[in-house]
């Protein structure tokens, strides 16, 4: 449902606030109307049993004996006359009655409802329970006409007349009073109750939002924070798998390079050694050395020429050798690498190489010294016989762990997508680098050439 996915999409404080809102609002509602309720009988009540306590001094010694009189005689009905009808207390009873238990009024100042017997109501069987009732309300009771009559509330008390040595109700006193004010106290007691309840429904509703407000701070806070989270680790998890793949792939290539290599090698030494080998194998069984009556002379030119295809052999063999083994770096520095390697460059090409370096960090891995010996070596070597050997540069940089090492001409440049996926200069520079994690890079153009490798901090720890 709509409403309830918007009602989720909330906040936890948003959600408690609206909620509670609205519980509070109803709590306060029922509790403000108890408490009302129950202040506003208090209040009537404690007028109500005043008034009566005022009016049963005053008129309880003018009643004759309930318990054995049936009606007033004159003399009792004249002194309630002219006590009620005069006074103070005159002017605040608007009527007076004076009931007996099966219903029946014995006085009234109203004449015409002596004598008469009525229903007798919740309220009279109360009071004649022996408990004080009073109400402030438009009266309702069939015998008060003439209080309705009036169309406003007054105050109605039902006031047992107790037997002094039983304490029995043998009658009951019923009179309204006007009592003016009461209304207002009333209103007033009405007004500072819901004010009270109120403040402390709103006050505890506010302290317990600031409290929510806080802890859904928090929890989004560190929603947040665990989504930020999620977010790296799924973004390192996918370049985890990138680099993964990248390092397979690298492995691939690495064997397929690795074969060529050996396939070059054994065509080097097939081209190159075996054939001056071969050679001289021949020449030693030539008629000029089996003959003995060969002449010394030409028995020497021919050792000579056997003698130097040895020679040949055992320099292109030397060379071979001196291209697989590398020296010792393992604990050199990067600054004694690249000066070696240059040398080496310069002395076999006898061609200058511009050399710039700046090492302040930690010394890499072994395997990243053998990546930047190897890196500079074929990069020159690819200097010098495709650009020329023109304004060679060498340019390395290690700090802080990472390794920057750029080598350039200036020569004429060459078309990257020629160079063959078989080629083991710059494709086997490539696969060496990826395959410890670093990055590899080539521009070329008329203005010369640059390739650039580089090991982040944490690829080299790797």
Request: aromatic fraction near 6%; include cysteine.
């Amino acid at each position: 449902m709509n409403w309830l996915r918007r009602w989720n999409a909330r906040s936890l404080a948003s959600q408690f606030f609206i909620a509670g809102g609205l519980i509070s609002i109803a709590a306060m509602f029922v509790v403000g109307l108890f408490v009302s309720h129950l202040i506003e009988e208090t209040v009537i009540h404690n007028s109500g049993a005043a008034t009566a306590l005022y009016v049963d001094s005053v008129i309880a010694p003018l009643l004759p004996d309930m318990q054995t009189e049936s009606l007033l005689d004159e003399a009792s009905a004249l002194a309630l006359d002219e006590t009620l009808g005069q006074g103070a207390l005159g002017k605040r009873l608007v009527s007076f009655k004076l009931w007996r238990s099966d219903g029946t009024i014995l006085y009234s100042n109203e004449k015409e409802l002596v004598g008469r017997t009525f229903a007798v109501s919740d309220k009279l069987q109360r009071a004649f329970a022996g408990s004080l009732v009073a109400r402030y309300e438009i009266a309702s009771d069939p015998e008060s006409d003439t209080e309705r009559a009036l169309g406003k509330p007054l105050m109605e008390i039902y006031n047992p007349v107790l037997q002094p040595w039983s304490g029995q109700a043998v009658a009951v006193l019923e009179f309204y009073e006007t009592a003016e004010g009461l209304g207002d106290s009333l209103a007033r007691a009405r007004l500072r109750s819901w004010g009270a309840v109120a403040a402390l429904t709103a006050t505890f509703f506010l302290v317990l939002s600031i409290l929510v407000f806080r802890g859904s701070r928090t929890i989004e806070a560190q929603r947040k924070d665990l989504k930020e989270r999620v977010t790296e680790l799924s973004a390192l998890l996918a370049e985890n798998r990138g680099l993964q793949r990248r390092l397979q792939r690298a492995s691939q290539r690495a064997a397929a390079l690795n074969e060529t290599y050996l396939r070059s090698i054994g065509a080097d030494l097939h081209d190159g050694p075996a054939q001056h080998i071969a050679y001289a194998s021949l020449r030693l069984d030539s008629d000029v050395l089996i003959n003995a009556s060969t002449q010394p002379e030409a028995r020497e030119k021919e050792l000579a020429w056997i003698r130097s295809s040895l020679a040949e052999a055992m320099t292109e063999i030397r060379n071979i050798c001196r291209g697989l083994v590398l020296p010792h770096i393992e604990k050199s520095s990067i600054t004694e690498i690249v000066t070696r390697v240059v040398e080496a460059h310069q002395h076999k090409t006898e061609t200058p190489v511009e050399t710039v370096i700046d090492e302040d960090g930690p010394e890499p891995p072994p395997a990243v010294k053998i990546c930047i010996y190897r890196f500079i070596q074929e990069a020159l070597n690819n200097a010098y016989r495709h650009g020329g050997g023109v304004q060679q540069a060498v340019k390395a940089v290690s700090h802080k762990g990472h390794v920057r090492v750029e080598v350039s001409d200036h020569g004429d440049g060459f078309d990257p997508t020629e160079v063959r996926p078989t080629s083991l200069g710059l494709v086997g520079l490539r696969e060496r680098v990826d395959s410890l994690g670093g990055s590899f890079d080539i521009k070329t153009g008329e203005g010369g050439t640059t390739v650039t490798m580089i090991f982040e901090p944490m690829e080299v720890g790797e």
